[in-house]
């Protein structure tokens, strides 16, 4: 009895798991779909005519490559850091052996100046060739424990020294890495500048092509309208995947206790004039390029990729019809599928797209709808 009930829950066990890396494997199936549905749905927004078109596609182009160059570039920049901590430890370790090896040193010159001693004091001679005695017997140990332990120490600093000039080796190698990685970092620091200085041209351009033919209201207004649609369709794609939210709070429940997803001045207000009668969804908060964009609460990243009139742009869906935009990023960090917690770095600030101030574009959206960010805000 006792057997078939094991083997029933071993079974149970081994179900179990091939249920869940079933469940796991349709999971990252629907996610598969769910990219290739927004790639193919961003081409479609993204889609324009003639001069424009071919425009549009150069500033995504160069988009896409300052934000692979800006991952790059962090990554280096955390391979250098990492680097750094190597070798202050390595330092800390050699300064320690320093100070052991001049310590034992120390011993070993009183222990030698013994030694010299007690080879040289008569009396010791004479008790030494008179050995009936009980104290010629006790210096005679106490002469071969001086020599015992002058050797030990001997060796042991040896052993240190060599340990020592493998530390050196250790942190020269470490340094001569940390020179190259630091010389790829201004190498593709540069990239990015010359591509930056490409994209200005390549924007300028843009823009007076889209004025010989359409007012910046009107252009304003067709971004937005892609904006919906984009979000309509995330919102149906991911109707199917399973929701997780965990121990943590629910969206609604969060007013007035978010992040900033940067730190920074918002220079855009919410319903603010772009540019004719069109207004502001949400707000620009300026900062440097390359800032850290963090997520302002727990969820789920639906869009991670470049669109018209919003350049890199990021959307994470928190439930219950709430979703977070993160526009105009430099860099993204993030992927579609993953899940992120309140804070975590998700994106680097910067100007992608159609737009003069460097920083990240921020809405909230419930329903699809617009709302005031600031009193989100703690």
Known sequence: MVRFLFGLILAWSVMADAQQDIDETAINQQLADIKLRLKELKTALNQAEGEEAKLLKELESQ?????????????????????????????KQIAVKHDSISDQKNQMAELLRLHIFINHDRILKMMLLNPGTENAEITQHQIKYLQYKLYDLIKSIAVQIKQLE????????????????????????ETMLEQKRQRAVVLASLRETIKGYQSENETLSKDSQRLNQLLLQISQYLDDLPEDLGANTSFAKLKGKLSQPLTGK?????????????????????????ENVVATAYGRVAFADWLRGYGLLIVIDHGDDYMTLYGHNESVLVDVGDWVQADQVIATAGNSGNIDPTGVYFEIRKAADPTNPVPWFR
């Open 63 to 91: 988009d896409q490559k300052i934000n692979q160059q800006g991952q790059l570039i962090r990554d280096l920049t955390a391979k250098i850091s990492t680097a750094e901590q190597q070798i202050e430890a390595l330092g």
């Open 166 to 189: 493998q530390y050196q080796a250790q942190i020269q190698q470490q340094k001569s890495a940390l020179e190259t990685q630091e010389q790829q970092l201004k190498s593709e620091q």
């Open 266 to 290: 918002i220079i855009r207000s919410y319903r603010s004039l772009r540019a004719g009668y069109s207004r502001w969804d949400g707000v620009v908060i300026g900062n440097q390029a390359g």
